[in-house]
């Protein structure tokens, strides 16, 4: 067996996804051979090089490859793809526009979001929102893969020594171009790979009062997430949305402020080992789910929050403060 | 321009399943069904287009058994001219569906296909980048925004660091995210004069397409639940808990 991971980066630093794809593939167990394909992106691959169980480490560089259109991404991993027993993705939103164009390109299906690898044929994901585990096996060649990152420990990023090898081969469709784009920026940790988050809904009632939960991440390192209420209604940008059809989070801890607890919304938070709940309605069906809830007005709840994580920090601050 | 809008049959997104006791897969007897929300999404940008003059036919399509006409008759009282069943006797997978919906679009040359980017039965989040690859189409994925040029199409994407914006020639592929737009309802004039616009049936078979399934569901479970925890009186309490109990502090 021999599994191509597709490696997800910026063309600066190898995105920490692409270490838990890796521990997918190890599970399926086999030669684990990485594309990087990007451009500029040598560094990326030297330390992809150096991933624990990586054998090989191609690297596609190229404009072609800078921004990561799917058409010319697809081309490139169903023509090296077809060499393999897996090709294996994150489902990061890059896996997900390019992947299920490999599969076609190589008439196979695609296993979605895997949340478990029971053989080297069958997996488990989630379905229906998270509401159902299924357990499917494939009967294709090549079976075609993204990996949920949060259902996987990362492999160790040092350690290893593949060979990095170059590959020149370019696919540079004519029929789509990059045009732009707008990335937030934020100093604070990423959603999807944050300890803690602390995620604001609809009751947060506008994106000023979004700083309130700021300076409580701040305190605690935290990311900052919401609910799609909270991002229809133009609180806070869409790439904050937790949920089944936003990020998928499972940090130490997580914390609701305002969120009624939607299905959908429980779908991208519900394996965070502990949920917190802050709600003025008690019958909100996210304390179905929170292991600590409080029933409060969250505009009296965060500020005092505030000021008793203040006194908890107090030593590791500044005497100034 | 004519738009072809793929319109998918799937359990109504307030339900929340419950898995067969036998664990075969979920049970969807008696369960209230409806249009894929993000499809309903696909329709409606589709239907902006042709009210902007944009677009001058809106074409919805659905594959499944004759229920699905139910979805594409909401489809047809949203706005859209004419609609499309192609009968197969269970929901195909993301990749014959995209097989057929090739046939669909060899027949009917849309200058633009519209799909949700997700059904919310399966989340597979496949089949339109599928119909991109098998077309050689280029593909807007997870679309915020479109706007139509002349021959092309600028398609902005919600991506994990934010947005993306790429510029596609027509034809070209764009699956639809939930701030596209929101999608009206319809009016009760509109669901009857729904029921006469054309609705053809046609097959897998008469479009030339073999469906097969490759991918067997052994086990569906219901996954872990959590069990509520206990309410904590004040922030005090809270903070003491998540301190020295959970010890996530
Ligand atoms: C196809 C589809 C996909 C979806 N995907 C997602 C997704 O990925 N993520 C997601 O989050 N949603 C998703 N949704 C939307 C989801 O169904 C809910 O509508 C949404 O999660 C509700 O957000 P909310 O909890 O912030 O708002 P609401 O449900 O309106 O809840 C607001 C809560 O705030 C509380 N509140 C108000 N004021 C205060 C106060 N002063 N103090 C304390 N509490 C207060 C209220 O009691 C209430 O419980 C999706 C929906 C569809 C149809
Ligand atoms: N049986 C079907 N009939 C019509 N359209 C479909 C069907 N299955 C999938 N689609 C389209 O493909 C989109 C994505 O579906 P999926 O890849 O299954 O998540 C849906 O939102 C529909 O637009």
Do not use: W
């Amino acid at each position: 067996m021999s599994i191509l991971v597709v490696a997800e980066h910026d063309n600066n630093a190898v995105d920490p996804s692409t270490l838990k794809t890796l521990a997918a593939a190890q599970k399926i167990g086999g030669d684990i051979e990485v594309l990087v394909a990007g451009k500029g992106c040598s560094t990326v691959a030297e330390n992809v090089a150096k991933a624990d169980g990586v054998k090989k480490v191609m690297l596609a560089d190229n404009e072609a490859y800078e921004h990561q259109l799917a058409e010319n991404i697809s081309e490139l991993v169903a023509d090296l793809g077809k060499n393999y027993s897996h090709i294996l993705a994150p489902a990061t939103t890059t896996g997900k526009n390019f992947m299920p164009r490999v599969a076609a390109l190589l008439d196979v299906a695609q296993v979605s979001d895997i949340i478990s690898v029971e053989s080297d044929d069958t997996f488990k994901r989630p379905i229906y929102a998270g509401n159902a585990i299924a357990t499917v096996q494939s009967e294709d060649n090549i079976k075609v893969i993204t990996v949920r990152a949060t259902a996987f420990d990362a492999v160790a990023a040092e350690g290893g020594s593949g060979d990095v090898e170059s590959i020149d081969s370019v696919f540079n469709n004519d029929k789509s171009e990059f045009v732009g784009e707008q990335l937030a920026e934020s100093e604070r940790p990423d959603l999807t790979a944050a300890e803690i988050v602390i995620s604001g809904g609809r009751g947060m009632q506008n994106g000023d009062n979004f700083h309130m939960l700021e300076d409580i991440a701040d305190k605690l390192g935290a990311a900052v997430g919401a609910s799609r209420a909270a991002v229809d209604a133009g609180f806070v940008p869409n790439d904050m949305q937790v949920g089944q059809t936003g990020k998928i989070v499972a940090p130490q801890l997580y914390v609701a402020v305002g969120i009624s607890g939607a299905i959908q919304h429980l779908a991208g938070m519900k394996d965070s080992k502990v949920i917190v709940a802050i709600n003025k309605d008690e019958e909100a069906p996210i304390f179905q789910v929170a292991d600590y809830g409080l029933v409060a007005d969250l505009f009296d709840v965060l500020p005092e929050l505030k000021e008793k994580l203040k006194n908890t920090f107090e030593d590791s601050l500044p005497a100034s403060i | 321009m004519k738009i072809l809008v793929a319109v998918k049959r799937v359990i109504d997104y307030n339900v929340k399943v419950r898995v067969k006791p036998d664990q075969s897969d979920v049970d969807l007897a008696n369960v209230k069904m409806a249009l894929n929300p993000f499809c309903e999404i696909a329709v409606e940008e589709a239907v902006r287009l042709k009210e902007a003059g944009t677009a001058d036919e809106v074409v919805v399509v659905s594959i499944g058994p004759k229920a699905v006409q139910e979805q594409l008759r909401t489809a047809l009282a949203l706005g859209a001219d004419r609609a499309i069943q192609v009968e197969t006797d269970d929901m195909p997978d993301s990749l014959s569906a995209a097989k057929i919906l090739k046939g669909v679009v060899e027949k009917e040359g849309p200058d633009m296909v519209i799909l949700g980017k997700q059904s919310i039965d399966s989340d597979n989040n496949q089949t339109g980048q599928m119909l991109g690859a098998l077309t050689g189409m280029p593909q807007g994925t997870f679309a915020s925004k479109v706007e139509v040029g002349d021959g092309f199409v600028n398609v902005t994407r919600e991506i994990d660091g934010g947005l993306q914006t790429v510029k596609l020639n027509l034809p070209a592929i764009v699956t639809t995210d939930l701030r596209l737009n929101e999608p009206r309802y319809a009016s009760l004039p509109n669901i009857m004069k729904a029921k006469r616009k054309p609705l053809e049936t046609t097959s897998p078979d008469e479009l030339g397409v073999e469906v097969k399934r490759t991918i067997k569901l052994l086990k569906v479970e219901t996954p872990a639940e959590r069990s509520a925890g206990v309410k904590v009186a004040d922030v005090d309490e809270l903070v003491d808990k998540l301190k020295n109990e959970a010890k996530v502090l």
